[in-house]
């Protein structure tokens, strides 16, 4: 008999996150109770319920639980909006208060409250994050596979990779227009991003100075784009504090999914007192 026969069959919840409706957000597959699964199982799980991530909860003997997330093609260090999702899945069965993620990425404390309109809202705080400068042959094999010019960049906002878990490279986008406009080179951008292990490129348009609309391409996890991502949050969030540290707002609104026909709403806080930064969104089952 194998591990994954000696489990045998696990609950597989799914759940939109960064939405209390569950027709926006972005869908995340939940199993609570991974023991005994092994990573074959576990690929074979996400790739069946076909969300962009699944997370995959072992309860551990310190009272945390161990946590993998998979994508319908491969592993991924750490998902921001899997781990909203499994964060409110737990709260509706073991209550409201703080879980302690054990990630590959490192531990990532997460608490879950309810608003006052009855809502569930799961607040992670990530590991220690950090942002380094990109090469311009980096941006322009990246702007290429996009199909966008040099121009179309928003010159206050210079590219950079940046990492709170996951690494992404974040490139901003002069007008909303641009930004709505996304037909790229699947299979291209997929090879360049696995060469530098990037998780997603972060494409950001700022409509204010704590307001930002952002898409997500993940051909990675063979995705073309995620609605939500919370890792890409908690990294843009350590790019904005880098950027100009006196400047950077106390907290940020960004809208994701609304081109997707999927809305989603992230809220990032900078106020920690240490480098880490705060993501938070609501999170509701799919019937």
């Given amino acids: 008999m194998t591990s994954d026969d000696a489990a045998g069959a696990p ?8 939405s209390a409706d569950p027709e ?6 939940v199993v609570l109770d991974a023991a005994g699964l092994s990573d074959g199982r576990m690929l074979a799980i996400a790739a069946e319920v076909g969300y962009s991530e699944t997370a995959f909860l072992t309860p551990d003997p310190a009272g945390g639980f161990a946590v993998r997330y998979f994508s319908p093609l491969a592993e991924v260090p750490f998902c921001g909006h899997a781990t909203v999702a499994s964060a409110v899945a737990l709260a509706e069965r073991a209550g409201q208060g703080h879980y302690l993620y ?12 309810e608003d006052a309109d009855g809502t569930l809202r799961a607040t992670l ?27 179309d960049l928003d010159p206050a906002l210079p590219p950079r990779y940046a990492y709170a878990g996951a690494r992404h490279l974040v490139l901003a986008a002069a007008t909303r227009e641009r930004l709505a ?7 291209g951008l997929a090879a360049f991003m696995t060469a530098r292990d990037l998780t997603t490129v972060q494409l950001v348009w700022r409509a204010a100075p704590d307001v930002f609309h952002v898409r997500d391409p993940f051909p990675v996890g063979g995705v073309v784009e995620d609605p939500a991502t919370g890792a890409a949050a ?27 026909g999927r809305p989603s709403t992230l809220h990032v806080d900078l106020r920690t007192a240490s480098p880490r930064v705060r993501v938070s969104g609501a999170a509701v089952a799919i019937p």
């Fill in 234 to 260: 908690a990294a843009f969030g350590a790019y904005l504090r880098a950027l100009d540290p006196a400047a950077a707002p106390a907290t940020v609104t960004l809208h994701q999914g609304e081109d997707l």
């Fill in 24 to 29: 926006g957000g972005n869908p995340a597959g």
């Fill in 125 to 151: 705080t990530s590991v220690e994050p950090h942002v380094t400068a990109t090469g311009e042959a980096d941006v322009a094999e990246a702007l290429a596979l996009l199909g966008w010019a040099p121009d």
């Fill in 102 to 113: 054990r990630t590959a990425a490192g531990e990532v404390p997460v608490e879950v409250a």
């Fill in 181 to 187: 406009r996304l037909a790229y080179d699947f299979d």
């Fill in 11 to 18: 609950e597989i919840l799914r759940y939109a996150a960064f």
